[in-house]
């Protein structure tokens, strides 16, 4: 398995390469991060860089109903397609930037703690194996809801608006390649307090299957992220507060929702 | 009154500029559309370059429920706030290229002639006045649906995945800037025969509060684009058929739904 981020380093130049978890080192590469990087020999200590969101996605999709235990939570069928909207570029953030509540908006603020599915290949109409092997890797994600304008309007259910915010899309703090996602669990925290803790297998699409299904409904670029879905144990932010996004092997993505 | 339009030459140089629609003939500019573009001195004459999409969305906003004719006969109160869903990058084609079917999809494709706002300026919770400067000019819009995806799930509206494939966003030809879109309609033909004809007054939201209200939800960057919704007279594309949307002073935005 090998851990992919984007940074800052103290010079503000924007790079990315691997860190090592252990060490605690990041070795910069060249090149771009979905065709064949290329190490340079500059490495950093990981407390001197500054961690960016992983990639940087032309559209981030979003899931809906796509764990078996939040369907019979909800009391929904399972969807025979993946159900998803799409989330804009500029709601990207990555791990410690701060969530920002909108200038418009005093309702409560939801976090989703996923799985992200990283794709590296350009895929359009792609085979379940096509899909495999256009999926890079896998980042955590806190798929932020500005919930009260979702059903704010009878006759439309504002999916795009209430995700869609500047900062409403966490991503990061790595992108694990050779992730086993059948034994991994999604670890949500709040100020510490575990609030989701749920199995990648109770997934109703596997993330090949998603990238397979949507890629018939629009070209996957490098880059785009499909964001998974949520399990049970949703919950609201408040404002000062803290959400921590854990995934072994990729690491614990934190942001706070800016007091 | 001025029409910008990208477009590709006989070399397969891309290049931007304006388009004089008396003589047909289109004069190149330097530098970026929506920074302070300069005049070169190449000139080409209209039937010697091939019109690409005027400009390259980094998302697309189409609004649902935005005429008070269609909202009458919906029988849908007219919205607090524009109703919107996203559409991604590459769901945008230029006037004259094939809208394809998704292979996976055998239903009812539907045309929806509209106009367009292209955002020429960065904004984020702008006010009115902010957002009418954001505005850098108008352009026609086809928002394709595949129509029988819509509401193929009881539990959730498939806005993006039903209006986000592949060639399902047709604009241009042209931006029209100080193009007074008060005094203007949208007519839409099928195969020739006039299908809808409805006035831009009739709007709920104004292009300036659409772009002033949106960017509440999001930043608007350069290129971005709002389709400001459609009126009466929707209706489906057989295989083959070509549609027209056309609004005077912008042009005639054409494109074929491929057999």
């Not at 340079?40 to 999709?61: G, R």
């Amino acid at each position: 398995m090998t851990n992919w981020i984007r940074f800052r380093d103290a010079e503000g130049r924007i790079g990315f390469g691997t860190l090592d978890q252990h060490a605690l080192r990041v070795l910069q590469y060249d090149g771009t991060l979905f065709d064949k990087p290329k190490p340079t020999n500059i490495s950093f200590a990981l407390e001197d860089v500054t961690l960016l969101a992983p990639c940087q996605p032309s559209k981030v999709i979003a899931l809906w109903n796509n764990y078996h235990a939040l369907s019979q939570k909800l009391d929904k069928a399972p969807p025979q397609h993946p159900l998803f909207l799409i989330k804009p570029p500029m709601s990207v953030i990555g791990p410690g930037e701060a969530i920002r509540r909108p200038k418009s908006y005093q309702g409560k603020i939801a976090y989703e703690g996923e799985l992200g599915i990283v794709i590296g290949k350009t895929c359009s109409n792609a085979t379940v194996d096509e899909a495999e092997a256009a999926i890079f890797g896998y980042t955590c994600v806190n798929d932020v809801t500005a919930i009260e304008l979702l059903q704010e309007d009878p006759n439309f259910a504002q999916w795009c608006r209430s995700k869609g915010f500047d900062t409403f899309s966490c991503l990061g703090p790595s992108i694990a390649t050779g992730f086993d996602w059948r034994r991994a669990h999604v670890v949500t925290t709040l100020e510490g307090v575990e609030r989701q803790n749920y199995p990648l297998d109770d997934m109703i699409f596997t993330p090949a299957q998603q990238v397979s299904m949507i890629s018939a409904d629009m070209t996957l670029v490098p880059g785009d992220v499909i964001m998974c879905g949520t399990s049970i144990g949703v919950g609201s932010i408040k404002d000062g507060a803290s959400v921590d996004v854990s995934i072994e092997g990729i690491g614990t993505l934190t942001n706070r929702l800016a007091a």
